[in-house]
C-alpha cells in the first residue's frame, strides 16, 4: 500500500465585510433541556413487574449505557419483603437486553428486606453495588459484585455477595468507590446504640473479605468513626484521592434526636486513621446560618480541593469547597438556589463544573427533580437553563432526584421515582450540548448539511468544516471512501460528538468498502497515518456516529475489514481552499468581522 507524508500551511487574516460569506452557523438548543433522544422525551419510567420502584444509584459505562439500581416493592405496600433492583439502559433509553434477565437483575435478599443504594465500575467492566440486607435480624452492608453482562460475579464473597456488620444494631452501607489497586472502600453508618449512627468506612479485597490491612491498629477492614455523642451520623459520599487517602461526607446531627443536621466531612489515610494534616483533626464541618445544612454529594477535583453540593441556609441549593488542607476555599462563592430544595447528589462533568440533583418544593408536598450547575466558581452557570437551574415537573406531587452522573459525552443522567401509581423508578437525561449543523462554501466540494454535523457538549463553539474530494481524478484505495472532512473549532469543548454522512454515489464510488463495516478514522500528523476511531453505522441514514472526540482535526471513512488493508492511507491530494468564519455575535449589526483561513494541503507519496 502506498504510504503518504502530510504537511499543512494555515493563513489567517482579519478583515471585516458587509456580509458574511461561507459562514459557519450553529443551530442552538438549550442546554437544560430534556434529552428528547432519551426513550422520545427524555424520560424513562421504570416497570417492574407493575409493582413501586425506586432507583437510588447510578453509574455510567464508557459506552454511555446507563447503570441504575435501587428496590422495588413486593407487594405495592413497602412493608418487607423489599427487593433489590438493577436495570441497563442503552443509549436510546431502552432497556439493555443483553443485560441481566432481559435488561434487569432483582432479587429478594435472604428473602427479607434489602435495598442497593449505589454502585461503581471496575477497569474490567465488573460492577460492584452496594446497599443493606437484613441478616441474623439486623441490617448489614450488603456489597455485590457482578459481571459485565449482569450476573452475580460468583468469585466475590459468598456466591457475589457479602455481609458485614460493625455495630449493634443496623448498619447501612450508602456509598462505594474503587482504589487503584482494585480495593473497594464502601462508606455508611453503624448503629452504636439505638437508632443512633455513627460514620463507619470499609474496606474489601478484591475477593470479596474485609481487608484486614485497612484500620489495623483498631478494627480491622473497617473504621468507625464517631463525630458527635448520642446523636445519628450518616456518612452518604465517599471518594478516593489520587494519594490513596479517602474522603467521606455526609449530614450529622446536632443532638440527640434533633433533626437539625450540618454537614461532616472526614479524610482517612489509605490505612484507615483519621488524617491530622486535614483541618488538623482528619474531620471538618461546615455550618450554615442555621445549623441545618447537610451534604448531598462530594467530588474531588483534579486539583485535590474536595467540592460538595448542600442545602444551605434556609434549605438553598448551594455548594461548598474545601481545600486539600481542610480549610474552606473563600476563592468557591457559595451561591443558593433562594429557593426550598433538598440536595441529594453531585456529579464533576470534565471541565470541572458542579452537576447538582435533588428536589425542589413547588407547594405544599409537591416536589419536582432539578438540576443545578456551578461555574468552576461557585457560581451559577447561567448558560445552563438560562439561569443555571432546571427544573422537571413529572405531574405528580412527589417527584425526587436522587443520583446523578455525567456520561462520556458530556449529557446529564438523574435517577429518582415519581410517586405516580405508588412510585414509579425513573432516569431523567438532560441536554448539554449546544447542536447544529455546519455549512460553509469553498473552491472545494461545499460541505452541505447531509455530510457532517457536531454537537458540542457545552459552551459557545464555532466548528468550520470542508469536505474534500480525496482521489481527484482517481480512486480510493482499497477500503476507502472517495472523502476527507477537514473539521476545526474555536472555544469548543469536549468531549463532542460528530456525525459523517456520505452519499450513494460515495459509497459506490469506494473501492471494496461494506458500508456495515465502515469506521471513523482520524488522521494522525506524528506518524502520518489514519488511525481508526471506530463509530456507529446507520445504513439506512448513510451516516457513521462518533462519540468522545476530544480534539478535532482531518477525517475520513474506512472499511478495517478488507483484506489485506488495515484502513484509509493519508489522501492523494494537492489543493487550496478557503472558509470563513463569524467573530463576534450578532448583536454587532452593520458589519461582521470575520476570520478567513486558507489551507494548503500538499501530500507526497511514498512507496
Known amino acids: 500500500m502506498t504510504h503518504h507524508h502530510k504537511h499543512r500551511t ?11 460569506i461561507g459562514l459557519i452557523t450553529l443551530a442552538h438548543a438549550t442546554p437544560g433541556d430534556l434529552d428528547t433522544s432519551f426513550d422520545s422525551d427524555g424520560i424513562v419510567e421504570a416497570s417492574f413487574s407493575g ?75 465488573k460492577i460492584i453495588v452496594v446497599g443493606y440486607s437484613v441478616s441474623g435480624g439486623n441490617k448489614a452492608f450488603l456489597v455485590t459484585r457482578f459481571t459485565a453482562d449482569g450476573a452475580l460475579d460468583t468469585t466475590f464473597g459468598s456466591s457475589g455477595m457479602t455481609y458485614s456488620s460493625f455495630g449493634a444494631g443496623d448498619d447501612q452501607a450508602y456509598d462505594v468507590a474503587i482504589q487503584e489497586d482494585g480495593k473497594i472502600v464502601v462508606a455508611g453508618s453503624a448503629e452504636s446504640t439505638t437508632l443512633l449512627y455513627d460514620f463507619v468506612i470499609a474496606r474489601y479485597t478484591d475477593a470479596g473479605v474485609l481487608d484486614t490491612t485497612f484500620n489495623p491498629g483498631g478494627t480491622p477492614g473497617y473504621a468507625i468513626v464517631p463525630l458527635q455523642s448520642d446523636a445519628r451520623d450518616y456518612a452518604k459520599h465517599v471518594a478516593i484521592q489520587s494519594d490513596g487517602k479517602i474522603v467521606a461526607t455526609g449530614p450529622v446531627e446536632t443532638g440527640n434526636f434533633s433533626n437539625i443536621y450540618n454537614m461532616a466531612t472526614i479524610r482517612l489515610t489509605s490505612a484507615g486513621a483519621l488524617d491530622t494534616t486535614f483541618n488538623s483533626t482528619g474531620i471538618a464541618a461546615y455550618y450554615g446560618s442555621d445549623s441545618a445544612d447537610t451534604c448531598g454529594g462530594m467530588e474531588i477535583q483534579n486539583d485535590g480541593k474536595i467540592v460538595m453540593a448542600a442545602v444551605v441556609g434556609s434549605s438553598n441549593i448551594g455548594a461548598i469547597r474545601y481545600t486539600t488542607a481542610g480549610a474552606v476555599d473563600t476563592t468557591f462563592s457559595p451561591a443558593d438556589s433562594g429557593s426550598t430544595d433538598i440536595v441529594k447528589d453531585a456529579a464533576l462533568q470534565p471541565d ?11 407547594t405544599g408536598y409537591t416536589w419536582d427533580p432539578f438540576v443545578v450547575r456551578y461555574n468552576t466558581d461557585g457560581t451559577l452557570d447561567t448558560t445552563f437553563s438560562g439561569d443555571g437551574l432546571a427544573y422537571t415537573n413529572l405531574g405528580t406531587n412527589t417527584d425526587y432526584g436522587l443520583a446523578v452522573a455525567v456520561q462520556p459525552d458530556g449529557q446529564i443522567v438523574v435517577a429518582g421515582y415519581k410517586s405516580s401509581g405508588g412510585y414509579a423508578a425513573i432516569l431523567l437525561r438532560y441536554d448539554t450540548r449546544v447542536t447544529g449543523t455546519a455549512t460553509v462554501g469553498t473552491s472545494e466540494t461545499p460541505i452541505g448539511s447531509t455530510n457532517v454535523s457536531a454537537q458540542v457538549p457545552s459552551g459557545s463553539c464555532e466548528v468550520t468544516a470542508i469536505k474534500k474530494n480525496a482521489f481527484p481524478g482517481g480512486t480510493a484505495d482499497d477500503g476507502e471512501m472517495p472523502a476527507v472532512w477537514d473539521i476545526t473549532g474555536t472555544g469548543c469543548s469536549f468531549p463532542m460528538t460528530l456525525e459523517f454522512c456520505y452519499s450513494d454515489a460515495e459509497l459506490a464510488n469506494a473501492m471494496n468498502v461494506t458500508e456495515s463495516s465502515l469506521a471513523v478514522f482520524k488522521y494522525n500528523d506524528g506518524s502520518g497515518s489514519w488511525i481508526s476511531q471506530g463509530g456507529t453505522v446507520n445504513t439506512g441514514s448513510n451516516c ?15 472499511d478495517t475489514t478488507t483484506s489485506g488493508n488495515s484502513g484509509p492511507t493519508a489522501v492523494a491530494l494537492d489543493s487550496f481552499s478557503g472558509q470563513a468564519r463569524k467573530m463576534v455575535p450578532w448583536l454587532l449589526v452593520g458589519s461582521f468581522v470575520l476570520l478567513l483561513l486558507w489551507t494548503i494541503y500538499k501530500q507526497h507519496s511514498q512507496a
Open 10 to 20: 494555515l493563513f489567517a487574516l482579519f478583515i471585516t465585510l458587509s456580509m458574511a
Open 544 to 558: 457513521v456516529t462518533l462519540t468522545g472526540v476530544s480534539a478535532l482535526s482531518d477525517w475520513t471513512l474506512g
Open 352 to 362: 470541572g463544573k458542579l452537576v447538582v440533583t435533588g428536589f425542589k418544593n413547588e
Open 51 to 125: 409493582n413501586p420502584a425506586v432507583f437510588n444509584g447510578i453509574v455510567v459505562q464508557p459506552d454511555n449505557k446507563i447503570i441504575a439500581v435501587g428496590f422495588k416493592d413486593q407487594n405495592s405496600d413497602w412493608a418487607a419483603p423489599v427487593d433489590v433492583v438493577m436495570a441497563r439502559y442503552s443509549e436510546d433509553g431502552s432497556l439493555d437486553t443483553t443485560f441481566g434477565t432481559s435488561g434487569i437483575y432483582t432479587a429478594s435478599i435472604n428473602g427479607t428486606d434489602g435495598r442497593f443504594y449505589a454502585a461503581a465500575l471496575q477497569p474490567d467492566g
